[in-house]
């Protein structure tokens, strides 16, 4: 097994509005795009503790990048945001361990 952030090129995640975050995987080459584009939607939703049906999910081939989209759990900027720029959601992503 391997980290997905030992994998790829880089894992970057920020807002997408005060409601949503968003993860980008920097592949880098179609190998690597395949491996991580067969991770499965529900395992990824439950990394973060949301709904799969609630996640919205790119996989962009010609780019060879993943992208994830998923609700914030608080709304960006109040009291009990602890990552006003979603900035620190990547790292959960890029320690998964993968095939």
Request: net charge negative; hydrophobic share 45%.
């Amino acid at each position: 097994m391997t980290e997905l952030g030992s994998l790829v090129e880089k894992v970057r995640s920020k807002n997408a509005g005060p409601f949503w975050l968003t993860i980008d995987v920097f592949c880098g080459n179609s190998d690597v795009f395949t491996r991580v584009a067969a991770l499965p939607t529900a395992r990824i939703a439950a990394l973060f503790g949301v709904d799969p049906a609630q996640m919205k999910r790119f996989d962009i081939a010609e780019l060879n990048v993943v992208k994830v989209s998923v609700p914030r759990p608080v709304v960006q900027g109040t009291r009990a945001d602890r990552d006003m720029h979603g900035a620190a959601w990547g790292c959960l992503l890029a320690e998964l361990e993968i095939d």
